[in-house]
C-alpha cells in the first residue's frame, strides 16, 4: 500500500510513534494508502521547525518581492503537476477529476495574485498632534499560523490560507482531514522545489483529536485559519479565544436558492443543480435549500426531480460521470442518516433517498429531493453535505428573504429573476457572506468568501485578506532634545 510521509522542517519523516492512518478511495471502498498518524510529538517539532523557519535570515531576509517571486515559482509548479495532484484528491475523497482537475489549474491564481501583493503592503507616516514627534506604521507578519483543512477540497481550501499566510511572511504547520490527507503530503514537496526555505512550510497528519487539538493551543501558534464544521470550529474557537490567537473559521451553511417566478426556469434549473448535486453535494456552499414562488412550485420541482433522474453516478475519472461517491464511510453513513431522520420527522420525498448500488462498490447515494418541506424542520436547519435538497414554496419576496435567513448559518444565497431592482433590495437583505445572482458555486480569487452568523468568522480571497495575516506595528520617534516637563502623566499634548 502506498505510504506518504509528514514534511517537518524540510524533512520527509514518518510519526514519531511509528503509528499509520489507512486512508479509504470511497469508489472501490477499499484503503489504498496510509498516512502517519501525528501526536502531540509531531505537533510539538512542527511548530518548532515553523517558527525556527519565522526566525531565521533565510526566511526573514528575503524582501516581500523575493517572497512574491517564490509564490509566483510555486504557482507554476502547481500547474505542472495538476494532473497528478487531482489524480490523489480524486483517490481519496471521490470528487470528479473534471472538478478537481479545474480546481487544480486555477489554483495558480491565488500564488500569482498574492505573490503580486507581497510588495504592495504599505504603512504610513501619521499627521501626528505632536511637536518633533515622527510616528509610522508598519505591517508585520504574525509568526507561525495553523492552517486545518477539510477533506472536500484540500488544496483549494488550503491554497485559501497558504497564499496570502506566505505573501504576509508567515510560516506554515498545515493538517489537513485525516480523510484525505495524501495531496497536501505531495503538494508541500512544491514549496521547496520553488525555493522556499526548510521549515517554511510543515505538513503533518493525523486526527482531530490526536494533532489538531495539540496544535491550535499550541503556545507558539499564533493564528489557526480553519475550514470545517460549525461544531469543530466553535471548539477551536474557544480555544484560540482561551489561548488569545488570532482566528479565522470558514464553517458550514445551509444555503438557500431562491427562484422567483420570473426567473429563466431553465437557467435557475441548472443552476439549482449545480449547486446540490455536483461535488456529491459536499460543498459549503451547497444550496441545500430550494426556495420556489408558488406559481411556478410545481412545475420547477419537476424540472430538478427530472435533472436528479438523470444524473449519471459512476467512476469519477470517468468523463460522462456526473455525481460520485460520498467521500467517506462515516459521512456516508450519516448522510443516510439524516435522510432517514427526515422521512421519520414525516418529509416527503420527491427523488432518490436510498443508497445507489453498482459493481464498484462506492459509497454512492442517490440525489435525493424532499418537497414542502418545512423551514422549521431539521432537514432544513442543519447541514447535510450530501446530495440532499429540501424544497419550500414562498409566496412574496418578503417571505423568501425570511425563510433564506431563518438557519443558524448564513455562508451564501442564490436568487434567480429577471427583475433587477428586485436583485439590489434582496441582496442587502440577504444575511450571507456571498450572494449570487443568476449564477451560483462561481468562485474567484478577487473575491472575499466567507461567513456571517454560524457560518464563520473572517473571509478568505481577495485584497484585503492578506492583513488578516498581519499586524500593524506603530513606531514614535521623538526628535526634540527637551525633556518631558511631568513624567507622571501619559504624553497627551
Ligand atoms: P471537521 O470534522 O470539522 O474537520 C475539519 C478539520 O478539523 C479536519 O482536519 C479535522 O481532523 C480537524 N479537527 C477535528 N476536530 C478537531 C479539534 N478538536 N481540534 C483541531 N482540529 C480538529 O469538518 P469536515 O467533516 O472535515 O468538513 C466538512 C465541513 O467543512 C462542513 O461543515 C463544510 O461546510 C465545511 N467546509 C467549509 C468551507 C468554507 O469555506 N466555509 C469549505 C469547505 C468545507 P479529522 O479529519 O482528523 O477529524
Avoid at 467521500?327 to 442518516?337: I, T
Wanted: glycine content about 10%.
Amino acid at each position: 500500500m502506498k505510504r506518504f510521509e509528514n514534511l517537518i522542517g524540510g524533512e520527509k519523516c514518518p510519526a514519531a510513534s511509528g503509528k499509520w492512518l489507512r486512508s479509504l478511495d470511497p469508489y472501490r471502498n477499499e484503503d489504498w494508502c496510509e498516512i502517519p498518524d501525528s501526536d502531540e510529538v509531531d505537533v510539538d517539532r512542527a511548530v518548532e521547525a515553523a517558527r525556527d523557519a519565522f526566525q531565521s535570515d533565510a526566511w526573514r531576509s528575503l524582501t516581500p518581492t523575493a517572497r512574491g517571486a517564490l509564490l509566483r515559482r510555486v504557482g507554476d509548479l502547481i500547474a505542472e503537476n495538476a494532473e497528478r495532484l487531482a489524480e490523489l484528491e480524486v483517490r481519496d475523497n471521490g470528487k470528479l477529476l473534471s472538478e478537481m482537475l479545474a480546481q487544480l489549474k486555477y489554483i495558480p491564481q491565488w500564488y500569482y495574485y498574492f505573490g503580486g501583493l507581497a510588495d504592495k503592503i504599505e504603512g504610513g507616516v501619521l499627521p501626528i498632534d505632536k511637536a518633533d514627534h515622527f510616528v509610522y506604521t508598519n505591517w508585520e507578519p504574525l509568526g507561525v499560523i495553523a492552517a486545518i483543512t477539510a477533506w472536500n477540497s484540500p488544496l483549494l481550501l488550503l491554497t485559501w490560507k497558504l497564499a496570502p499566510g506566505l505573501a504576509a511572511g508567515n510560516t506554515f504547520v498545515i493538517k489537513p482531514s485525516e480523510f484525505a490527507s495524501a495531496s497536501t503530503l505531495a503538494f508541500a514537496d512544491l514549496f521547496e522545489e520553488a525555493g522556499f526555505p526548510a521549515g517554511v512550510v510543515n505538513v503533518l497528519t493525523g486526527t482531530g483529536r490526536g494533532a489538531g487539538q495539540r496544535l491550535v493551543s499550541h503556545p507558539d501558534v499564533a493564528k489557526v485559519a480553519f475550514t470545517g464544521s460549525e461544531a469543530t470550529g466553535r471548539a477551536i474557537s474557544s480555544s484560540a479565544g482561551a489561548n488569545l490567537k488570532h482566528a479565522t473559521l470558514e464553517l458550514g451553511g445551509k444555503s438557500a436558492n431562491i427562484v422567483f417566478a420570473d426567473a429563466d426556469l431553465q437557467a435557475a434549473a441548472a443552476g439549482v443543480a449545480s449547486g446540490i448535486f455536483a461535488a456529491t453535494g459536499q460543498t459549503c456552499m451547497a444550496g441545500s435549500r430550494l426556495l420556489v414562488q408558488r406559481e411556478v412550485y410545481e412545475e420547477f420541482l419537476q424540472a430538478i426531480c427530472t435533472i436528479a433522474e438523470g444524473i449519471k453516478l459512476g467512476n469519477p475519472v470517468d468523463p460522462d460521470t456526473q455525481m460520485g461517491p460520498v467521500a467517506n464511510a462515516p459521512h456516508y453513513q450519516k448522510v443516510l442518516g439524516m435522510i432517514s431522520q427526515a422521512m421519520d420527522d414525516g418529509a416527503e420525498l420527491a427523488y432518490g433517498g436510498n443508497p445507489h448500488t453498482d459493481a464498484s462498490g462506492g459509497l454512492f447515494i442517490q440525489p435525493t429531493v424532499f418537497r414542502d418541506v418545512s423551514n422549521e424542520s431539521r432537514l432544513a436547519q442543519e447541514e447535510i453535505f450530501g446530495p440532499v435538497l429540501a424544497v419550500i414554496p414562498f409566496d412574496t419576496e418578503e417571505d423568501a428573504i425570511a425563510i433564506a435567513n431563518g438557519t443558524p448559518f448564513g455562508l451564501a444565497a442564490g436568487v434567480w429573476t429577471t427583475n433587477m431592482s428586485r436583485t439590489f433590495r434582496i441582496s442587502q437583505k440577504l444575511k450571507s457572506g456571498t450572494v449570487w445572482v443568476n449564477t451560483y458555486r462561481a468562485l474567484s480569487y478577487i473575491a472575499p468568501f466567507g461567513g456571517m452568523k454560524a457560518s464563520g468568522l473572517g473571509r478568505e480571497s481577495g485584497q484585503e485578506m492578506i492583513k488578516s495575516y498581519m499586524q500593524t506595528k506603530t513606531v514614535w520617534i521623538n526628535n526634540s532634545t527637551e525633556a518631558v516637563t511631568n513624567p507622571f502623566i501619559m504624553r497627551l499634548s
